[in-house]
């Protein structure tokens, strides 16, 4: 009893240890997340409000599945009538069904600000538990878990993408890799690493990917430097993988049949975002939501500022440079070195760039055509070179910790000091956001109910698209009990299943007229073809009505245009709405 009680008590300290270090994860996390607890109906953030609106719907359609047992991976409730296939579109089932209690009770706009905070959070614990437990002492820990959870890359996607920085399951989907290697138990490991990858691919398969992409060129720097290791570990590994690739391909196949064989499936992104790549110079300067972070000199670095995938800012860059160079004798470090070096030259996409300026054809425009590569966006390879950096600090910082010194005090006071002018310069600060219209009262009190039948569709004004995505949130909001034509999601380009991507679906003659009007102001004049046109798009979509709030900016000039359409708008509430019904579909009734 004695030996029991010294165990538990030896016990609770280091569970309190960690118990403290997952608090100050969380504490970071909502302070990143600040000014969207504020307002998360409300508010936005600042520069790209597309992807929060796309994110919501989603976790509106995680609802109806738990609720009303529709179809997982595929709807027409928006792009109606031709539908969206969400298993190529990143539905985050694996995060909307646990989340469907929190939806119902507070809305998409909550859970998505609550995403955010737990995958920042969980990400660092993640990293944290696993580095603690199988590869260096708690201090080391801490600083690989705080980097891998709060990089300037995960802060670049926390504004607009959970499911990106929701890698909570990949310290353990590594570590399941590397138990392999040992040989111990293949067949139960092999279970529960087919388990966790079919858990990632539900929230993001192209994190997924990564994380095996990444997981292959690490052992195989491992064994090239290690070729004895190959006879120990080629059976139990091959193993293992073998009982994954059926276990995950078992649980994934129909999935995987609706991604790439069902409807409104594509085959590779568009060459916009194919495009996407890192400047070299992005790895040397701090990313744009931290303490050293500046916008304007980010610009011309990244894609955009939801893709700041590298951003480490000079001194860490270096350091990291430093801890190779030092640690350069043990192998493992050279793998990483090795792993994070090919992803940060695979980031850079197809031409290769120094502070805006061309200098030659990268790697990458012999790899983007290959099949499953031409749907990975090139840039965000730097989310693994990431991930290696924070591994390579926690190395380090565990390796200097153990150097044998007359005063130990000093020691731990050279690496503090490292990790400050390491780490200071992208010390993360609270997003940025800005506010956005609210859902308008007809939506929210279920005005809209009395004109728009199950088969009929709520055309909000301008259409939804990549840039008009607030008639997104509106059916999201009503946990998506009426359809919209259009909206943001990844479509064949045409329309036909099997064609490359395309952002959007069918071209729309309306949709791209009254966008326009939106942005500029300016009312336009239709003649008698385009009135016909626009009247043949809305019986497509077998429109009801026509909503436009009246609060909506350049609310005057969309007003006359659609009056030119569907005749004159009636005031209902805070909106201004157009019934069609009689002029789409002679047979429906109210």
Request: charged letters at 15%; proline letters at 7%; hydrophobic letters at 50%.
């Amino acid at each position: 009893m004695a030996t029991a009680g010294t165990g538990a008590r030896r016990r609770w300290p280091n569970r309190r240890r960690d118990l403290t270090v997952y608090g100050a994860f969380l504490l970071a996390a909502l302070w990143v997340t600040s000014q969207l607890w504020m307002d998360p109906a409300g508010r936005v953030a600042s520069l790209y409000s597309s992807d929060p609106a796309q994110v919501q719907f989603f976790l509106a359609h995680s609802v109806r599945v738990v609720l009303h047992g529709e179809f997982p991976f595929y709807t027409d409730q928006f792009n109606h009538p031709d539908g969206v296939n969400l298993m190529a579109n990143t539905a985050i089932l694996g995060l909307g069904i646990p989340m469907v209690p929190v939806t119902l009770l507070f809305g998409p706009a909550v859970t998505f600000v609550l995403l955010v905070t737990l995958a920042l959070a969980g990400t660092a614990s993640a990293w944290y538990h696993v580095l603690s437990r199988h590869l260096v002492r708690h201090p080391a820990a801490v600083v690989g878990g705080w980097f891998c959870g709060f990089s300037p890359a995960m802060l670049s996607h926390a504004s607009w993408h959970p499911n990106i920085i929701s890698q909570f399951l990949l310290p353990f989907i590594v570590w399941r890799v590397l138990l392999l290697t040992r040989g111990r138990r293949p067949v139960r490991d092999g279970v529960v690493l087919a388990l966790l990858v079919t858990y990632q691919a539900f929230i993001n398969e192209e994190i997924l990917l990564f994380t095996a992409l990444a997981c292959g060129v690490f052992l195989a720097a491992v064994l090239v430097q290690r070729r004895e290791l190959w006879s120990a570990t080629w059976r139990p590994l091959g193993t293992g993988l073998a009982v994954c690739t059926v276990g995950a391909g078992a649980l994934l196949a129909y999935p995987l049949y609706v991604q790439f064989a069902g409807p409104m499936a594509y085959h590779g992104l568009s060459d916009t975002v194919q495009g996407y790549g890192n400047d070299i110079a992005a790895f040397f300067a701090p990313g744009s939501p931290t303490i050293g972070g500046d916008q304007g000199a980010n610009l011309d670095l990244a894609p955009n500022y939801s893709e700041e995938n590298a951003f480490f800012g000079w001194s860490l860059a270096l350091i990291a440079v430093g801890i190779v160079a030092w640690l350069r004798r043990e192998v493992v470090v050279r793998a990483l070195a090795c792993t994070a070096a090919l992803f940060a030259v695979l980031s850079l996409g197809e031409r290769v760039s120094w502070w805006d300026r061309e200098l030659f054809a990268g790697p990458w425009e012999w790899l983007v055509r290959l099949p499953l590569l031409d749907a990975v966006v090139p840039t965000r390879f730097g989310l693994i070179t990431t991930v290696v950096v924070g591994l390579l600090l926690a190395l380090a910082v565990d390796r200097a910790l153990a150097l044998p010194a007359p005063d130990p005090r000093t020691v731990r006071t050279v690496v503090v000091a490292a990790l400050v002018v390491a780490l200071l310069p992208i010390v993360p600060m609270p997003l940025q956001v800005v506010s956005r219209p609210s859902v308008p009262d007809f939506i929210t009190s279920g005005q809209w109910r009395r004109y728009v039948a199950d088969d009929q569709t709520l055309v909000p004004v301008p259409v939804p698209s990549m840039g008009a995505t607030h008639g997104m949130r509106w059916a999201a909001a009503e946990n998506l009990n009426f359809k919209i034509p259009g909206g943001y999601f990844l479509a064949p380009r045409s329309g036909n299943t099997g064609d490359a991507g395309r952002f959007g679906g069918r071209p729309s003659g309306i949709g791209a007229l009254l966008e326009e009007i939106a942005t500029t102001g300016r009312t336009e004049n239709l003649d008698d073809r385009r009135r016909r046109r626009a009247l043949d798009e809305l019986r497509h979509w077998r429109a009801a009505i026509l909503v436009l709030p009246v609060d909506q900016h350049h609310a005057g000039p969309l007003r006359r245009t659609v009056e030119q359409i569907a005749g004159p708008a009636r005031r209902e509430q805070d909106v201004w709405m157009w019934d069609v019904r009689s002029l789409t579909d002679q047979g429906t009734t109210s």
